[in-house]
């Protein structure tokens, strides 16, 4: 499982931006008004737009040619209907669609249950978070007291992850060649995101200790990476301080020859 | 038995060094009131030291191939060791040596110390100021990064407005039609050989220059008379000044020291002050990372080009700026030299500086 | 020469010693990064067991491979009975190739001779190929 995302985030992040090119899709569509024309402007706020995944990487089609852009044979597929939307996502969302279909929402489907677009979204889909799962949202459909359950079983490990996110970005920042401990912290995210999707708390809530460990691992080697960064200033700091003394002591030198012109 | 000795005695039998060293350094009389400013140049040379010992290191790590330039300076400045201190320090102190080349420029420009029998020497700095400028340009495509792979394009483009040879031009820059492998070779061969070798023979021209006409008397002081040169050659002598060594060898030794603490400070407390988030993502030929923006010490001619109407007036309005800084010796001819008495000089001196200054900060934020 | 002009050259060696100090401080503190740059990095003891697949391996056959960054050789003179020496030529580092027809390593730098378990048969190695210990396992042969 850990193999396969890490392979579709390196799949993404080494060919990813290359793809978001003006694809016919987006320079017809661009054009329209109304319901044919507004996916494309929401298309752009999203994070499948920030990471390179454009119309034709859901619908199918040839996105080079205008002839056959919308063709069945081309793998063309419109808007699906409700109760097909989880296999569409999960298409790409391998893991989160498994642990959905086993899910209250996912057994509920044919009956009207929760599906990805109705807590994501669709065209203007956002990298998902915490607050998706709030009052208004989920009490168009049921009483917010098991959601507010299930949101306090994952608000610690949510919070880790969301830190431990941003160090890495300052690592980043800072020139650190953070791949590897991204990979793993992505890993570790897909693989807790994808539970939450079970929306069962007592599995939840065993696991909690489990991803724990994996991010104290993952927090362990950037504190480690820390170090050496202030490390480093430390013994900068000291050169710094030497250069310094040097400068003034050649200062010195200089005035008592200066006294003597 | 006294082995150095007999070695230098050897050596000046030979070479006769200690002639040399005497005429050069103990026995070379500077103007006594020489100031803080005639520093500047011993400071550059250290720090063009630097840059040659850091740029020959990171030369044993670094892969000049668009596939593998990346990762080698990743893997510079994350697994070699100490190899992030010597990136830092070639990449912060390139930054400096613009920054003093800068101050060197405008000290001897508001002294009036480029004026005859000086000429020489001002052209041979203005073109090291330049070649510095190339030397940066060529030096930051080598990482392959986006920063390097579009402000490269970006900076190559600006040659096609020239008429008529323009595409070619451009072309000829980028050894084919859009930066890329080829690209990469021209400006690592550019960097790595014919730049040093160039920057060498013209320190030493330059260096020749100053000792030929001697170390000018700064104009300041109510003893200072503005000095006329006759038609033959005529060396700048001191016979009242104060030995170059050690007098003024360890003034300068102090500034470097000084100047070697700031290069040092900022690489290792903020050495990303030099290194924009782009230079972090490697080169994608397919996405122009937004707001890229040229390093400082070209936001001035970036400016200007977008203010022109026309590219090609853009162009021309920096050649001919950069074409009368260069030949300034020969059209600003009068003998005096202090400021306070030469007031148009000194009005456009500084709303040259302004200029340049207003140019790159709205260069930044436009 | 006025008394200041003493106490002033008293002064500067005082300094000038200072001055060294930190320059030769400086300088140290210069090298060793430099030096530990260029110095080659600990590898961890990687390569210090090395897996040859046994079909790589023919009976009377030699296969070459590396073991801890210098060429080795392992050899099947029968069945079953595996050899794995150090291909490097104990004369002057030059590679020794595998002579099937007469059973023995040939040297082409000069023309040194070793048998299969490493013996000098002649020319002017000093030494015999040091050997290597291999573990027989499944489908693999482990050396080192």
């Known amino acids: 499982m850990i193999r396969t995302l890490l392979t579709l985030l390196v799949l993404s992040v080494l060919c990813g931006p290359g793809l978001a090119e003006e694809t016919v899709c987006l320079q017809c569509h661009g054009g329209q008004e109304g319901r044919l024309g507004a996916p494309v402007a929401l298309w752009k706020t999203s994070v499948h737009a920030a990471n390179g995944i454009s119309c034709h990487d859901c619908h199918g089609g040839d996105p080079t040619d205008f002839g056959t852009a919308m063709d069945p044979d081309k793998g063309f597929i419109g808007a699906p209907e409700y109760e097909e939307v989880p296999a569409f996502c999960g298409r790409c969302h391998l893991g989160v669609r498994e642990d959905y279909s086993s899910s209250a929402h996912g057994k509920a489907l044919n009956r009207g249950g929760a599906q990805c677009v109705v807590c994501h979204g669709n065209h203007a889909v956002q990298e998902a978070s915490i607050d998706l799962i709030n009052e208004k949202s989920c009490s168009r459909c049921h009483s917010y007291e098991r959601a507010a359950k299930v949101k306090k079983a994952i608000a610690q490990t949510e919070v880790n992850l969301q830190q431990l996110e941003d160090q890495l970005v300052e690592l980043h920042r800072v020139g650190i060649d953070t791949q590897k401990i991204s990979g793993q912290l992505f890993a570790s995210r897909n693989d807790f995101r994808r539970l939450f999707h079970t929306v069962n708390v007592e599995k939840m809530e065993a696991s909690t200790a489990g991803f724990a460990t994996r991010l104290s691992k993952i927090e362990s080697q950037i504190q480690t990476i820390k170090n050496e960064l202030s490390q480093r200033k430390m013994i900068g700091g000291l050169v710094v301080l030497l250069l310094v003394i040097g400068g003034c002591i050649a200062m010195l030198i200089r005035k008592s020859y200066h006294e003597e012109e | 038995m006294n082995l150095p000795k007999l070695a230098v005695d050897w050596l000046d039998n030979r070479l006769g060094i200690k002639d040399l060293i005497h005429q050069n350094m103990g026995g070379y009389l500077l103007p006594r009131n020489v100031n803080i400013w005639y520093t500047m140049g011993a400071v550059l040379m250290a720090l063009f030291g630097l840059q040659f010992l850091t740029g020959i290191l990171l030369l044993v790590y670094y892969v000049p191939d668009t596939e593998k330039a990346f990762a080698s300076v990743t893997a510079i400045m994350n697994e070699v060791p100490y190899g992030w201190l010597f990136r830092y320090l070639h990449v912060v102190g390139s930054n400096l040596i613009i920054i003093f080349m800068l101050l060197h420029m405008m000290s001897v420009l508001f002294m009036g110390s480029y004026k005859r029998p000086r000429e020489l020497t001002w052209v041979s700095g203005f073109t090291l100021l330049n070649l510095g400028m190339v030397f940066c340009l060529t030096g930051y495509l080598l990482p392959w990064s986006q920063l390097s792979f579009w402000a490269t394009t970006v900076a190559t483009d600006a040659a096609g407005a020239i008429p008529f040879v323009g595409d070619f031009l451009v072309s000829f820059l980028r050894g084919g039609p859009s930066v890329g492998a080829a690209t990469l070779g021209r400006f690592f061969a550019l960097h790595v050989m014919i730049l040093p070798l160039g920057l060498m023979g013209l320190v030493g021209f330059h260096l020749f220059c100053v000792r030929r006409a001697g170390i000018s008397q700064p104009p300041f002081g109510k003893d200072y008379k503005p000095r006329t040169f006759g038609p033959g050659f005529e060396h700048e002598h001191h016979p009242d000044g104060v030995p170059f060594h050690p007098n003024y060898t360890i003034k300068d030794l102090s500034m470097t020291f000084f100047a070697l603490a700031a290069l040092v400070a900022i690489s290792f407390y903020a050495p990303w002050i030099f290194i924009p988030p782009e230079a972090l993502v490697p080169a994608d030929p397919f996405v122009t990372p937004e707001h890229i923006k040229p390093e400082w010490y070209f936001l001035w001619a970036y400016q200007t080009l977008k203010i022109f109407p026309s590219k090609l007036l853009g162009l021309a309005a920096q050649g001919a700026a950069m074409t009368f800084i260069a030949l300034l010796p020969f059209i600003d001819r009068g003998p005096e030299r202090r400021p306070f008495k030469r007031p148009l000089f000194l009005t456009c001196y500084l709303l040259g500086i302004l200029l340049f200054v207003g140019l790159s900060i709205w260069g930044h934020f436009s | ?144």
């Open chain 3, 1 to 144: 020469m006025s008394e200041t002009s003493a106490t002033n050259q008293q002064r500067r060696t005082f300094l000038g010693i200072l001055l060294g100090g930190v320059g030769a401080t400086l300088g140290a503190v210069f090298a060793w990064p430099v030096f530990r740059f260029l110095a080659p990095r600990e590898t961890g003891g990687a390569g210090s067991l090395v897996r040859v697949a046994k079909k790589d391996v023919q009976v009377g056959g030699a296969f070459f491979f590396n073991y801890k960054g210098h060429p080795a050789v392992v050899l099947q003179p029968k069945a079953g009975d595996y050899i794995a020496l150090t291909a490097v030529c104990t004369h002057l580092g030059c590679i020794v190739k595998w002579v099937n027809e007469k059973g023995e390593f040939l040297c082409p730098c000069h023309g040194g001779r070793f048998s299969a378990t490493g013996q000098v048969l002649g020319g002017p190695p000093p030494r015999p190929l040091e050997t290597y210990s291999v573990k027989i396992e499944e489908t693999d042969l482990v050396v080192g």
